[in-house]
């Protein structure tokens, strides 16, 4: 059967989470890795991260929060990879295209799949930095849906939603990067005649589309990831919106520090991309050659 048939936009939801979530049981340690980084108030390596937590919280500790990871996914990567396929499909019904029109589309997308997702990286945020605490401040959430619980209960419902302004502009400016620059990387790579579509351009554009992303995306990060962590002391919030983060952090741990756990980050947002659109190609061309 012909693989240029198209996929359900119900399918394509699906398979963006589906993709999202088995790449998220491969990464979720360096996810935690980046995130216990990005909240040090200090210059920090990767290997000190990595030898602190084995020291005082054991090798499972690497998997803390998956199950928010996988929720995340439920939500926030069935969503973005759902509306940008679907978008896609609507631009191209006249003609290819371009690279603009393509990160006008991954930030929609980003942008919707944030207002959904954004409880879930809440929780996760919260469950991946709890070990860095000391015994007496942890929240120690026993999974997802009990973190939700109590965060709703106990700080208020739109608690759920706190940093949603940077969730948000983070989202859009990853998916910008990450959407636009992996469809723009398969088409300039098949243009050079070395690849075909097969796995080995899917796993080069993905590593391109991960650095660039990265690069373009960890100032927003920092800023999310703090202000989703911290707490709120006599009434008063620690910071006061995305730019009192990036102007702070920039003030006191120096400019580079908006980039502090880039190896991380790259390291997990690098894979995670690689592994969700490989798994995301694969089952599409699955379910065109056999299902369609």
């Known amino acids: 059967m012909s693989n240029h048939k198209t996929v359900p936009t119900s399918i394509n939801f699906l398979f963006g989470g589906t993709a999202g979530m088995a790449a998220t049981c491969v990464v979720q340690p360096l996810d935690l890795i980046k995130n216990r980084m990005q909240l040090s108030g200090t210059r920090i390596s990767t290997l000190n991260v ?43 019904k006249d003609s290819q295209p371009n690279f603009i029109m393509k990160a006008l589309i991954g930030s929609t997308a980003g942008c919707v799949a944030a207002i959904v997702g954004t409880p879930a990286e809440v929780a996760l945020i919260r469950m991946t930095a709890d070990g860095r605490l000391p015994i007496a ?11 939700l619980f109590r965060i709703a209960t106990e700080e208020g419902f739109l608690a759920l939603w706190r940093g949603i302004i940077p969730t948000m502009g983070r989202a859009m400016v990853v998916n910008a990067a990450q959407l636009a620059s992996y469809s723009q990387s398969k088409e300039s ?41 911290m707490k709120i002391v006599d009434g008063k919030p620690e910071f006061k919106g995305a730019i009192d983060v990036i102007i702070r952090v920039s003030r006191n741990e120096g400019i580079f520090s908006l980039w502090k756990g880039f190896f991380p980050y790259y390291s997990r947002l690098g894979p995670h991309t690689v592994l969700t659109f490989v798994f995301m190609e694969q089952l599409n061309n699955f379910y065109k050659t056999y299902i369609a």
Request: aromatic share 10%.
């Open 137 to 147: 401040e942890r929240r120690n959430y026993k999974h997802a849906f009990n973190a």
């Open 50 to 92: 990595i030898s602190s937590i084995l020291k005082n919280e054991g090798m499972l500790a690497f998997y803390s929060g998956l199950s928010a990871g996988l929720l995340r996914q439920c939500s926030y990567t069935t969503t973005r990879l759902g509306v940008y396929n679907w978008l896609s499909e609507l631009a191209s």
């Open 189 to 229: 790579l098949l243009k050079t005649g070395y690849f075909q579509d097969n796995i080995s351009l899917h796993f080069v554009s993905s590593m391109i589309s991960g650095l660039v992303t990265t690069a373009a995306s960890m100032p927003v990060d920092i800023a999310k990831t703090r202000i989703q962590n």
